[in-house]
């Protein structure tokens, strides 16, 4: 009897030492977009955000873009751009200019042409769009990629899993494969830079997964804190220079009967390899949506709930 008790109290301590800290994290409702856009790319140049790619509500995948101004908080669409449209693209920013590409463009899921190669640099200064070296490797739909001031690296693509990431060279243009290899072998996983720092994690292979990792300059990975939850895939996530931010995605299931969407909002904090929940996305549950960090605020909508309906919802957070 007081050996029961005493391992009821260890379950209870256990139970209390797994929860997620909480932290009451305001939640601002911005303009909604002119139309839902679900596995689109997102990113921002200025006090403008951009959204490219993606499907619409009928299925189709416009070859327009969204912009969002930040300053009349209204939207507006562009006439169509040359970057083909597309679904689970990747797209990454430096300095000046925006790179972006990869994904699926639409069809059969089992023929080579439908996974795109092409890589395009985007200058928002000059609203110019310029065709680049095409990306090596079949894994491109739903990868992963990041700038470290230098080189842009892509990971986690799917066309058949791997853990090669390729490293793309914007002095060169021209593509290698890192010797190193991702500690995850997954798609449709996130990534994000923090303050200088690099993470990516959860991610789909079998199942959805909770691995989150840093990732450093001279190729060698640290696991970190998993990402709450029994593991999640097609989230959202940006980062402010305090904090990574993850939003919502999906828990595949072994049957129909035990997957599920979630609706939460994540920080994680570096400094303490920490995550918090801070709210729950006010639309609902919510994948393949989208987020992008300015400053010290967070943006994030779009997306697509458990029923594939498409949110037009758009909202941010003051980290």
């Not at 991610?203 to 939850?229: A, L, V």
Request: a negative charge; glycine letters at 10%.
């Amino acid at each position: 009897m007081k050996k029961s008790i005493f391992y009821s109290i260890i379950c209870l301590l256990c139970a209390a030492c797994s929860q997620v800290p909480e932290a009451d994290k305001s939640i601002q409702v911005s303009s909604s977009a002119p139309e839902g856009r679900a596995c689109a790319m997102c990113f921002a140049a200025d006090s403008t955000i951009y959204i490219a790619g993606g499907r619409i509500q009928d299925g189709t995948y416009p070859a327009t873009l969204l912009r969002y101004s930040i300053g009349t908080d209204q939207w507006t669409e562009t006439a169509a751009v040359p970057l083909p449209p597309r679904v689970n693209g990747t797209v990454c920013c430096t300095e000046q200019d925006v790179y972006m590409g990869l994904g699926f463009g639409g069809g059969n899921v089992h023929m080579d042409s439908t996974y795109l190669h092409d890589w395009w640099r985007y200058s928002p200064t000059t609203d110019t769009w310029t065709a680049l070296a095409a990306f090596p490797a079949p894994q491109t739909a739903a990868a992963v990629s990041w700038y470290d001031n230098e080189c842009i690296w892509v990971a986690c693509g799917f066309r058949g899993y791997t853990n090669d990431i390729w490293c793309y060279h914007i002095d060169s243009d021209r593509w290698t494969q890192a010797t190193e290899q991702s500690p995850i072998r997954v798609m449709s996983a996130v990534a994000a830079r923090c303050g200088g720092r690099y993470f990516i994690g959860s991610g789909f292979r079998n199942t959805s997964h909770s691995y989150w990792y840093e990732w450093f300059r001279d190729g060698h990975w640290e696991k970190c804190s998993s990402i709450p939850g029994k593991g999640r895939h097609n989230a959202a996530c940006s980062a402010t220079d305090k904090a990574v931010w993850v939003f919502g995605g999906w828990h595949y299931g072994d049957s129909l009967t035990t997957g599920f969407h979630y609706d939460d909002i994540l920080r994680y904090t570096p400094d303490r390899d920490q995550w918090t929940l801070c709210g729950t996305i006010p639309c609902g549950t919510t994948e393949n949506g989208v987020a992008c960090a300015v400053g010290e605020r967070v943006y994030f909508g779009l997306g697509e709930d458990k029923n594939g309906h498409i949110h037009t919802e758009w909202y941010y957070i003051e980290d």
